[in-house]
């Protein structure tokens, strides 16, 4: 299957949405251009306001993240930060617009600029060479991979390492496919501000005879203080990590009802019967317990860890601390229907005084498609097909 609708991983084509949902024959990528060629800003104790401003009106916009399978291209993948604009929910509905005037999105080789960045797919027992090319950048940069038992230089800390890749310079890390799971990747350069700018992603290690579920999907999850965004992009606002206060709350980037958006957002869309496994990251600083409406999962894995079968219990809250990952795996045996996905600490729900909002997507049975309220719902997401 080419090019599969919903959350980033094993969706339905857009030829099987528009049969389905009757919504017509082609998406609208609201606010997704391409990436085009801007200049950085230099770090925030020097960036000048004016400087910053001029830049952010020519900043390309961020498209969702793709997935890159690394064994496909020989081991090898290119990370590069560019700054863009990252719009998490453009339209207006449901408290929106929400927008980040800046953010430094990663993206892979030639590919798009997008916040949560590329998910790298890799198999056990592969070893992946990931070369961080800084040669346009204005600041420096790390990636910090979690989990997998690598050689010390290539742990991405400059402080203990005394390896950073300054502007205009490129390094290139091994990292082994040694550890099984659902893993983290992210900038260990002054982390609290590029973190929280964007740089992170999903690293994915297959295990050996991996046996991929029905509908397989990715989610990162993030909550934002935008004050450094708009910092960032000159606007007047004072950021400071230790009086961090989110304001913004997204999944794969997106606040809702954008998360629902069949190509822009991460909708879980899944046909009765189906096994689903979902690979969930939490990129934030704050704890987020997701609920699922309707369904109860199990936890099968943690932080790369599989949980013994005894150990295994049926649940409909899952908590995931910072920087924490799970795997969860349900069977699609509901009433087909549309039910909600969300994290349980109701303030993330929101847009600022809005709600619903925020950190929520959704289940979406693909028999529920053709009824009203998923066009109700597809029209808030912002979908013009």
């Known amino acids: ?54 830049q952010s ?24 930060s560019v700054p863009a604009r990252h719009d998490a929910h453009p339209g207006e509905s449901m408290g929106g617009p929400v927008e980040l005037p800046q953010v430094w999105a990663f993206k892979a080789d030639d590919g798009s600029p997008s916040v949560p960045g590329p998910i790298l797919r890799t198999t056990e ?100 203080d935008s004050r450094l965004n708009k910092q960032m992009a000159g606007m007047d606002a004072s950021y400071s990590p230790r009086n961090r206060n989110p304001d913004t709350f997204t999944v794969n980037g997106k606040s809702a009802p954008r998360t629902l958006h069949p190509e822009d957002g991460s909708p879980i869309i899944v046909e009765q019967g189906d096994t689903v496994r979902l690979h969930m990251l939490n990129a934030g600083y704050m704890d987020h317990p997701m ?26 809250v899952c908590s995931i601390p910072p920087a ?19 994290c349980h600490k109701v303030n993330h729900v929101m847009n600022g005084s809005a709600y619903p909002g925020g950190m929520l997507t959704g289940v979406v049975y693909k028999e529920a498609m053709d009824t009203d309220i998923f066009g109700q719902l597809m029209e808030y997401a912002g979908y013009e097909g």
């Open 125 to 224: 027992g592969e070893d992946m060479e990931v070369t961080l090319d800084n040669s346009d950048g204005m600041r420096p940069h790390t990636i910090h991979f979690h989990a997998v038992s690598k050689q010390w230089e290539d742990d991405g800390v400059p402080t203990t390492t005394g390896i950073r890749v300054d502007p205009g310079e490129q390094h290139t890390y091994t990292i082994p496919a040694d550890v099984p799971g659902t893993h983290l990747y992210h900038c260990h350069y002054q982390t609290p501000r590029h973190l929280d700018m964007g740089m992170y992603g999903i690293f994915r290690v297959d295990p050996e005879g991996y046996e991929p579920a029905d509908k397989e999907y990715f989610l990162s999850l993030k909550e934002w």
């Open 291 to 316: 609920h699922v409406h309707n369904h109860r999962f199990e936890v099968t894995h943690k932080d790369g860890g599989q949980i013994p079968d005894a150990a295994r219990h049926e649940q409909d």
């Open 324 to 342: 924490g990952r799970r795997t969860v795996e349900f069977t699609a045996d509901a009433d087909p229907g549309i039910y909600l996905m969300h």
């Open 1 to 54: 299957m080419t090019d599969p609708i919903g959350a980033p991983g094993s969706g339905i084509s857009r030829r099987d949405f528009v049969k389905a949902s009757g919504l017509g024959g082609t998406l609208a990528l609201a606010g997704c251009a391409a990436p085009g060629d801007p200049q950085e800003t230099v770090e925030a104790a020097t960036d000048t306001a004016s400087t910053a401003a001029n």
């Open 57 to 80: 009106s020519s900043l390309p916009t961020t498209s969702p993240p793709e997935v890159v399978n690394v064994d496909e291209q020989g081991g090898e993948v290119t990370l590069s």
